[in-house]
Nanobody, 124 residues
Framework: QVQLVESGGGLVQAGGSLRISCAVS????????MAWFRQAPGKEREFVAG????????TYTDSVKGRFTISRDNAKNTVYLQMNSLKPEDTALYYC?????????????????WGQGTQVTVSS
């Protein structure tokens, strides 16, 4: 099993920055990829960013490219999402997710483990 715990969400003004974290524990050797998703009120959950856990290859949804960066600290077993130039439309509940099997496309892949989410609110 893999456990994921998000933290670091909060309220920030438009144009500001925020870094959210995902602490990973359990059978981390099982993980192939990690990803961040978000869900705004009344909208479907959407993929934000993902990375392969070993190679570190990353992918982003178009709306966050150039603004968000996914990274990991292996020593701390933590995955981060650095969010810059935040916009009100980035307001959502952000979830961390882990996938254990190889996948060709991190965006459309299914994920096996999910955290409980951390709220990010961007005021205009």
């Amino acid at each position: 099993q893999v456990q994921l715990v998000e933290s670091g969400g909060g309220l920030v003004q438009a144009g500001g920055s925020l870094r959210i974290s995902c602490a990973v524990s359990g059978r981390t050797f099982m993980i192939y990829a990690m990803a961040w998703f978000r869900q705004a009120p009344g909208k479907e959950r959407e993929f934000v960013a993902g990375m392969t856990y070993i190679g570190g290859s990353t992918t982003y949804t178009d709306s966050v490219k150039g603004r968000f960066t996914i990274s990991r600290d292996n020593a701390k077993n933590t995955v981060y999402l650095q969010m810059n130039s935040l916009k009100p439309e980035d307001t959502a509940l952000y979830y961390c997710a882990a996938r254990t099997a190889w996948a060709t496309d991190l965006v459309t892949a299914t994920y096996d483990y999910w955290g409980q989410g951390t709220q990010v609110t961007v005021s205009s």
